[in-house]
């Protein structure tokens, strides 16, 4: 690995410098018919509210109606700058961050010349907001196509935010029979940091890989008595304890819904891991309540999940799941903590989602305690595919919703938002470029609402479209994951 | 000199007209259906996925270069080329003109090129989930590569003819696998076959051989390719013929006869026969490895050229093709009976054209059936565009995003009213060399009404297509749609249960108002009547001819068992005669689905 790294070092930097070289300042279009709409640039980063450390947003204009476009960058100190190769904006890093430095706090005006056949059309200018406020340095999520049964390449990878390099964490091919083939999910670090970190793998070589202070190894966390090993976890914030849901899992297919699939538990509870002596404690384990998603508070008092009563014949009902599954909606609730002898108090509901007919998952609270957001949709929790779901944003102490509508979109799916580790950025999975594969968007959230969401920026744009995998639980991280591939490979193969 | 050189020229037309024979004769539709199966793209992305593999560099030239079977003339002229080049080669290894070489022996220079004409013919249902990425031209890529290694190594003093084990297994072993190896192979040929004067210094054969041996297993464990499984990486680098359910080395005999007629290429001059039987001896050799690997089956092909038609809604051609057989496979008989759905005749011809369908012909382990072949095709044209799209997404999972499930994800994204969805395929379809101006034909009517007569509902198909479909309609009593009656009418016959028959025969007869009924709904009237009779408000009107058929094949089958034949007996003794009848196939076509 070390080899590679090494050899695709030194091409970047070979690249780097020619793209350098190449980097092209065209000149600004003196004839052209103005256009009284904003440009219809992909991404749409128009009017968005960036970090002032994130890495250049390049875009593109369809290459189907255009053959040509300029943009100009105009900064708050008056500098303008030019860019356009054939359809795509390509912004340099170096030149982006200075455009960056001089608009933290302010914005940047752009203005898009869209050309075909030597015809020029102007479009209404748009900003581009600079935030005070820093995202943190890397994500990481989990690529995968979006198949429903089979799976056969995935990896979970991180990026570093403030520029394009992306690295694999694991795959699922170094420590896999090929015959039998490997599932990688559910990577999740304690406190935004990755000396305490997890994942599952399944199948071949199966099993959770703990990462305790740097160190990686396969755990068992099917243990008597227990629906499932563990599932959906949630590190505790300065704990070596880790909360698990445990699941009994189905998933069934839409003939004509675009919805496509439906995923639901058939039962699932909550289990507490505690990392340092290997041990497994129940926390809930209701067999008439549905149990999922836990997630802690960031001072670790508290315990949030998801719930719902678990569905069961009667005769308000067909007796039939595959004809009632709307009816499970679940709602949050959270019990206190006790950090010295591990106790859980008794359940308080925080939000009745099922009275307004809605249903939540994936929490998260924000740093500062005060937020939490989830996904919420019509029914059920699987929300990535339910193309009503939508991202919230509760305000614990008053009860009351921030406004999240301009993060959304009405007809696709928002879901597994998260907060950065300053709590001024959420990130979520939507699947509003196509409806079906689902894509890293980020907010800028000021304590009152959230900013229209921006995609995640790739040196390409065009590399959004032809990526043909899906990004899935993608996770805020303030430094980026220290054990290599062949460490997670090691501790998988044992 | 010019004879000479049209003698040398010759036997490689004689066998490039041989194998245009076969390729273009008989395969042409294999050949398009590789390109249609085939993963290329022409993007940065695709480019550094398929290099990462101990033989990824001719992986993607072999998927770039298998686009071109889009016209198969030109995709085999391209091979010819490649071939001729390595016949030219083949020739130069053997030392060609410097001593004891008899222009009969050029002919030996071809078995290779056999081999590689062998390795496309007896692909077989391989073709649809290849674990090798661009195999129909990567495998001739690492034949020529090898040859030029050896070529190289040949012509260079032997003082520094070690030096090519560095380039061809320290330098290209991570982008051409198993040509590496081979170079190796032949490099000991060389030696051996070398006169003494002529030979390397035996230490540095033996440190080669070392390399050869030590330096893959180091790329593939420690370096390159250290973020894949050891096993997998390896067998990437050989042509190994091995997915999910099914591993085989009869695919891979063909290269290691291609590896023995290359060495063999070394000592031609130890071969004494005459120029006429050693050319008659190659001819047989050819003839006879192209017939003994080659997949033979007229279902395969016919397949193929089925759901070519469907993806142009060509419904004439898919029933032309079906008219050509008594045994069509189970994939067969459904995109049948979508053509005939399409054209209204499903119940006036689809059991003259059968429907019970044969097993597909599969000599090996491995596992396919229609889910493979066309599930998304057929799903789609049934209306059931959600289950179309998961089998795209399922099959492009393993098998790349070739331009046939490109076109079907558009296709079905168009019905369901995704344009963003079908946006995304479009743009990938635009980075393909031939592909790229396609467009949809508009979603048909009969699609249309099939998606509108359905509500939504979320079930599981179990991975059976053909069962989901028939009991999805035969249960579909009590719809309002003409074309719905009549697909629950025929599935419930095919279903042959008298308590879902009667209901949707009801319906049906209904719906026709008098007017006379498709022949093979008269005849599943006549015989359901007899064995289950119900009682309708109404006069079927059966016609004379029908009737008559009726009481003959009565007669025939009673004649059959006052004979003592069984059942099977009499089912094959009157397939002949009467298989063209719902009666023959309610009694002896198929059950099992």
């Given at each position: 690995?070390?080899?590679?790294?090494?050899?695709?070092?030194?091409?970047?930097?070979?690249?780097?410098?020619?793209?350098?070289?190449?980097?092209?300042?065209?000149?600004?279009?003196?004839?052209?018919?103005?256009?009284?709409?904003?440009?219809?640039?992909?991404?749409?980063?128009?009017?968005?509210?960036?970090?002032?450390?994130?890495?250049?947003?390049?875009?593109?204009?369809?290459?189907?109606?255009?053959?040509?476009?300029?943009?100009?960058?105009?900064?708050?100190?008056?500098?303008?700058?030019?860019?356009?190769?054939?359809?795509?904006?390509?912004?340099?890093?170096?030149?982006?961050?200075?455009?960056?430095?001089?608009?933290?706090?302010?914005?940047?005006?752009?203005?898009?010349?869209?050309?075909?056949?030597?015809?020029?059309?102007?479009?209404?200018?748009?900003?581009?907001?600079?935030?005070?406020?820093?995202?943190d340095?890397y994500i990481s999520y989990r690529?995968?196509?979006?198949?429903?049964?089979?799976?056969?390449?995935?990896?979970i990878?991180q990026?570093?935010?403030?520029?394009?390099?992306?690295?694999?964490i694991f795959?699922?091919?170094?420590?896999?029979?090929?015959?039998?083939?490997?599932c990688i999910n559910c990577h999740s670090y304690q406190n935004y940091t990755t000396s305490n970190m997890l994942f599952h793998v399944r199948?071949?070589?199966?099993g959770t890989v703990i990462v305790s202070d740097g160190?990686p190894r396969k755990v068992d966390l099917k243990r008597?008595?227990l629906i499932s090993a563990g599932v959906y976890p949630a590190w505790h914030p300065t704990l070596p304890l880790i909360a698990f849901s445990t699941d009994k899992t189905?998933?069934?297919?839409?003939?004509?819904?675009?919805?496509?699939?439906?995923v639901f538990d058939?039962a699932s509870d909550l289990i507490l891991y505690d990392v340092k002596n290997d041990k497994v404690t129940t926390i809930c384990a209701d067999?008439?309540r549905l149990e999922v998603f836990p997630t802690w508070s960031p001072d670790g008092s508290c315990l949030y999940y998801c719930s719902c009563?678990?569905?069961?014949?009667?005769?308000?009902?067909?007796?039939?799941?595959?004809?009632?599954?709307?009816?499970?909606?679940y709602n949050l609730y959270r019990r206190t903590f006790d950090s010295k002898t591990l106790k859980f108090g008794p359940e308080e509901i925080v939000y009745?989602a099922?009275?307004?007919?809605?249903s939540v998952s994936l929490p998260r609270i924000s740093p500062d305690g005060c937020f939490i957001t989830f996904a919420e949709?019509?029914?059920g929790y699987f929300n990535i595919?339910?193309?009503?779901s939508?991202v919230r944003v509760l305000?614990l102490?008053?009860?009351?919703?921030?406004?999240?509508?301009?993060?959304?979109?009405?007809?696709?799916?928002?879901s597994y938002p998260s907060f950065s580790s300053n709590g001024?950025w959420i990130m979520c999975a939507?699947?509003?470029?196509?409806?079906?594969?689902?894509?890293v968007?980020?907010?800028?959230?000021?304590?009152?609402?959230?900013?229209?969401?921006?995609?995640?920026?790739?040196?390409?744009?065009?590399?959004?479209?032809?990526?043909?995998?899906?990004y899935n639980r993608p996770e805020f991280m303030t430094e980026?994951v220290?054990c290599?591939?062949?460490?997670?490979?090691?501790?998988?193969?044992? | 000199?010019?004879?000479?050189?049209?003698?040398?020229?010759?036997?490689?037309?004689?066998?490039?007209?041989?194998?245009?024979?076969?390729?273009?004769?008989?395969?042409?539709?294999?050949?398009?259906?590789?390109?249609?199966?085939?993963?290329?793209?022409?993007?940065?992305?695709?480019?550094?996925?398929?290099?990462?593999?101990?033989?990824?560099?001719?992986?993607?030239?072999?998927?770039?270069?298998?686009?071109?079977?889009?016209?198969?003339?030109?995709?085999?002229?391209?091979?010819?080329?490649?071939?001729?080049?390595?016949?030219?080669?083949?020739?130069?290894?053997?030392?060609?003109?410097?001593?004891?070489?008899?222009?009969?022996?050029?002919?030996?220079?071809?078995?290779?090129?056999?081999?590689?004409?062998?390795?496309?013919?007896?692909?077989?249902?391989?073709?649809?989930?290849?674990?090798?990425?661009?195999?129909?031209?990567?495998?001739?890529?690492?034949?020529?590569?090898?040859?030029?290694?050896?070529?190289?190594?040949?012509?260079?003093?032997?003082?520094?003819?070690?030096?090519?084990?560095?380039?061809?297994?320290?330098?290209?072993?991570?982008?051409?696998?198993?040509?590496?190896?081979?170079?190796?192979?032949?490099?000991?040929?060389?030696?051996?076959?070398?006169?003494?004067?002529?030979?390397?210094?035996?230490?540095?054969?033996?440190?080669?051989?070392?390399?050869?041996?030590?330096?893959?297993?180091?790329?593939?464990?420690?370096?390159?390719?250290?973020?894949?499984?050891?096993?997998?990486?390896?067998?990437?680098?050989?042509?190994?013929?091995?997915?999910?359910?099914?591993?085989?080395?009869?695919?891979?005999?063909?290269?290691?006869?291609?590896?023995?007629?290359?060495?063999?290429?070394?000592?031609?001059?130890?071969?004494?026969?005459?120029?006429?039987?050693?050319?008659?001896?190659?001819?047989?050799?050819?003839?006879?490895?192209?017939?003994?690997?080659?997949?033979?089956?007229?279902?395969?092909?016919?397949?193929?050229?089925?759901?070519?038609?469907?993806?142009?809604?060509?419904?004439?051609?898919?029933?032309?093709?079906?008219?050509?057989?008594?045994?069509?496979?189970?994939?067969?008989?459904?995109?049948?009976?979508?053509?005939?759905?399409?054209?209204?005749?499903?119940?006036?011809?689809?059991?003259?054209?059968?429907?019970?369908?044969?097993?597909?012909?599969?000599?090996?382990?491995?596992?396919?059936?229609?889910?493979?072949?066309?599930?998304?095709?057929?799903?789609?044209?049934?209306?059931?565009?959600?289950?179309?799209?998961?089998?795209?997404?399922?099959?492009?999972?393993?098998?790349?995003?070739?331009?046939?499930?490109?076109?079907?994800?558009?296709?079905?994204?168009?019905?369901?009213?995704?344009?963003?969805?079908?946006?995304?395929?479009?743009?990938?379809?635009?980075?393909?060399?031939?592909?790229?101006?396609?467009?949809?034909?508009?979603?048909?009517?009969?699609?249309?009404?099939?998606?509108?007569?359905?509500?939504?509902?979320?079930?599981?198909?179990?991975?059976?297509?053909?069962?989901?479909?028939?009991?999805?309609?035969?249960?579909?009593?009590?719809?309002?749609?003409?074309?719905?009656?009549?697909?629950?009418?025929?599935?419930?016959?095919?279903?042959?249960?008298?308590?879902?028959?009667?209901?949707?025969?009801?319906?049906?007869?209904?719906?026709?108002?008098?007017?006379?009924?498709?022949?093979?709904?008269?005849?599943?009237?006549?015989?359901?009547?007899?064995?289950?009779?119900?009682?309708?408000?109404?006069?079927?009107?059966?016609?004379?001819?029908?009737?008559?058929?009726?009481?003959?094949?009565?007669?025939?089958?009673?004649?059959?068992?006052?004979?003592?034949?069984?059942?099977?007996?009499?089912?094959?003794?009157?397939?002949?005669?009467?298989?063209?009848?719902?009666?023959?196939?309610?009694?002896?076509?198929?059950?099992?689905?």
């Amino acid at each position: 690995m070390k080899y590679i790294h090494a050899l695709s070092t030194l091409l970047m930097m070979v690249i780097g410098v020619i793209l350098q070289g190449c980097t092209s300042h065209p000149s600004v279009p003196q004839a052209f018919t103005p256009c009284d709409t904003l440009p219809a640039i992909y991404p749409d980063y128009t009017e968005v509210t960036v970090p002032s450390n994130i890495a250049p947003l390049n875009f593109m204009l369809s290459d189907t109606l255009f053959d040509a476009c300029v943009a100009t960058i105009t900064t708050p100190d008056g500098e303008e700058r030019t860019y356009g190769e054939g359809t795509k904006v390509i912004i340099p890093e170096d030149e982006w961050n200075q455009i960056l430095t001089a608009s933290v706090g302010k914005s940047m005006q752009v203005v898009v010349y869209a050309g075909q056949d030597g015809q020029w059309k102007r479009y209404n200018p748009f900003q581009v907001h600079v935030a005070k406020d820093a995202v943190d340095p890397y994500i990481s999520y989990r690529l995968i196509q979006p198949a429903y049964g089979l799976y056969d390449k995935m990896n979970i990878s991180q990026r570093k935010l403030t520029s394009f390099d992306e690295s694999v964490i694991f795959n699922n091919q170094v420590a896999c029979d090929q015959k039998q083939g490997q599932c990688i999910n559910c990577h999740s670090y304690q406190n935004y940091t990755t000396s305490n970190m997890l994942f599952h793998v399944r199948v071949t070589n199966g099993g959770t890989v703990i990462v305790s202070d740097g160190q990686p190894r396969k755990v068992d966390l099917k243990r008597e008595g227990l629906i499932s090993a563990g599932v959906y976890p949630a590190w505790h914030p300065t704990l070596p304890l880790i909360a698990f849901s445990t699941d009994k899992t189905h998933q069934w297919f839409h003939t004509s819904d675009i919805n496509k699939i439906e995923v639901f538990d058939d039962a699932s509870d909550l289990i507490l891991y505690d990392v340092k002596n290997d041990k497994v404690t129940t926390i809930c384990a209701d067999t008439t309540r549905l149990e999922v998603f836990p997630t802690w508070s960031p001072d670790g008092s508290c315990l949030y999940y998801c719930s719902c009563t678990r569905w069961e014949p009667d005769s308000t009902n067909s007796g039939d799941y595959r004809l009632d599954y709307k009816s499970l909606r679940y709602n949050l609730y959270r019990r206190t903590f006790d950090s010295k002898t591990l106790k859980f108090g008794p359940e308080e509901i925080v939000y009745q989602a099922d009275s307004l007919g809605r249903s939540v998952s994936l929490p998260r609270i924000s740093p500062d305690g005060c937020f939490i957001t989830f996904a919420e949709g019509d029914y059920g929790y699987f929300n990535i595919w339910h193309k009503e779901s939508d991202v919230r944003v509760l305000h614990l102490p008053t009860g009351t919703f921030v406004d999240t509508q301009e993060m959304n979109t009405p007809l696709y799916a928002e879901s597994y938002p998260s907060f950065s580790s300053n709590g001024r950025w959420i990130m979520c999975a939507s699947r509003r470029d196509d409806g079906n594969y689902s894509r890293v968007y980020l907010s800028y959230f000021d304590g009152k609402k959230a900013h229209k969401a921006f995609l995640l920026p790739q040196a390409d744009p065009e590399h959004n479209i032809i990526r043909l995998l899906s990004y899935n639980r993608p996770e805020f991280m303030t430094e980026p994951v220290q054990c290599t591939l062949e460490d997670f490979a090691n501790a998988v193969k044992k | 000199m010019l004879r000479n050189r049209l003698s040398l020229i010759l036997p490689f037309v004689a066998f490039a007209l041989f194998a245009c024979a076969v390729l273009l004769g008989y395969y042409p539709d294999m050949l398009y259906t590789a390109q249609d199966r085939n993963e290329f793209f022409a993007t940065q992305e695709f480019a550094q996925q398929t290099l990462h593999s101990p033989f990824g560099l001719l992986s993607y030239l072999g998927c770039y270069l298998t686009q071109f079977f889009y016209y198969p003339a030109l995709g085999v002229g391209i091979l010819l080329v490649l071939w001729a080049l390595i016949y030219v080669l083949g020739l130069r290894l053997m030392r060609f003109g410097e001593a004891e070489l008899k222009v009969g022996h050029a002919a030996l220079a071809l078995l290779p090129l056999a081999c590689l004409l062998a390795s496309l013919t007896e692909v077989g249902y391989w073709i649809y989930t290849l674990p090798l990425r661009g195999y129909w031209f990567s495998q001739t890529l690492a034949c020529l590569v090898s040859m030029l290694l050896l070529w190289g190594a040949q012509a260079t003093p032997v003082k520094y003819r070690s030096l090519w084990f560095v380039l061809a297994v320290i330098g290209l072993f991570s982008f051409t696998g198993w040509a590496s190896l081979l170079f190796c192979l032949g490099m000991v040929a060389m030696q051996l076959a070398s006169k003494p004067t002529d030979r390397m210094p035996w230490y540095q054969l033996a440190g080669g051989i070392l390399i050869t041996i030590v330096w893959p297993l180091c790329v593939v464990r420690y370096l390159v390719f250290s973020d894949m499984d050891f096993a997998t990486a390896l067998k990437a680098a050989l042509p190994y013929f091995e997915n999910n359910t099914s591993a085989t080395l009869h695919h891979s005999y063909p290269f290691m006869l291609l590896a023995l007629s290359t060495l063999l290429l070394f000592f031609a001059h130890r071969i004494k026969m005459k120029a006429w039987m050693l050319c008659s001896a190659v001819a047989v050799v050819i003839v006879g490895m192209t017939y003994l690997f080659s997949f033979k089956d007229d279902n395969y092909l016919a397949e193929m050229r089925m759901n070519r038609a469907a993806m142009d809604d060509d419904w004439q051609s898919i029933l032309v093709e079906a008219s050509k057989t008594k045994t069509p496979s189970r994939t067969m008989v459904l995109l049948k009976n979508i053509a005939l759905m399409n054209t209204g005749e499903l119940g006036s011809r689809s059991f003259a054209l059968e429907n019970s369908g044969v097993e597909i012909n599969n000599p090996d382990s491995l596992q396919i059936n229609s889910m493979l072949i066309a599930a998304p095709m057929i799903y789609y044209n049934y209306g059931k565009v959600m289950y179309a799209i998961r089998w795209c997404m399922e099959n492009t999972v393993g098998h790349g995003f070739s331009p046939y499930y490109l076109k079907m994800y558009v296709r079905c994204a168009l019905a369901s009213g995704e344009r963003k969805f079908m946006n995304r395929y479009l743009h990938m379809l635009g980075k393909t060399t031939f592909h790229a101006d396609w467009r949809p034909r508009p979603t048909t009517p009969v699609i249309r009404e099939l998606q509108e007569s359905f509500s939504d509902v979320i079930d599981s198909d179990h991975n059976n297509c053909e069962r989901y479909l028939i009991e999805n309609f035969s249960l579909a009593a009590g719809s309002s749609s003409p074309l719905v009656k009549d697909l629950n009418l025929f599935y419930a016959m095919i279903y042959r249960d008298p308590k879902l028959f009667w209901p949707a025969f009801h319906a049906f007869a209904l719906m026709s108002k008098g007017a006379n009924l498709p022949l093979h709904y008269q005849e599943a009237y006549l015989i359901m009547q007899q064995n289950f009779p119900a009682q309708l408000p109404y006069q079927v009107g059966i016609t004379q001819a029908v009737s008559q058929n009726y009481k003959a094949f009565g007669q025939t089958i009673a004649s059959l068992t006052q004979q003592g034949m069984s059942k099977e007996e009499i089912g094959a003794a009157t397939r002949d005669a009467w298989h063209h009848t719902y009666w023959w196939y309610l009694m002896y076509g198929r059950t099992m689905y």
